[in-house]
Nanobody
Framework: QVQLVESGGGLVQPGGSLRLSCAAS????????MGWYRQPPGKQRELVAT???????NYADSVKGRYTISRDNAKNTMYLQMNSLKPEDTAVYYC?????????WGQGTQVTVSS
């Protein structure tokens, strides 16, 4: 089965940057539509960004202009570059992938933005 593993989270000061990675097992990564969700403490999970197989991207208004989603199909890896981080960006970030009607989720990586 397909597995997704997030990495790159950690503690960063406001205004700083982090780059999250999502590594996918298997050999069909290039066919997946991919995305990042996040769940702030005490809040519901929310969609952050998506990227299709063709490279079309979409962002939540709260992160647009600060985050960049990308993918490297040769490495079976998706990335989320996060710049100008704010305390409200603090959350567990989840990688998700979809192939047709079948979806997959990673276990999440913690991002904490604090002084």
């Amino acid at each position: 089965q397909v597995q997704l593993v997030e990495s790159g989270g950690g503690l960063v000061q406001p205004g700083g940057s982090l780059r999250l990675s999502c590594a996918a097992s298997g050999s069909i990564f290039d066919y997946f539509a991919m995305g990042w969700y996040r769940q702030p403490p005490g809040k519901q999970r929310e969609l952050v960004a998506t990227i299709t197989n063709g490279g079309r991207t979409n962002y939540a208004d709260s992160v647009k202009g600060r985050y960049t989603i990308s993918r490297d199909n040769a490495k079976n890896t998706m990335y989320l570059q996060m710049n100008s981080l704010k305390p409200e960006d603090t959350a567990v970030y989840y990688c998700t992938g979809r192939l047709g009607s079948v979806g997959y989720w990673g276990q999440g990586t913690q991002v904490t933005v604090s002084s």
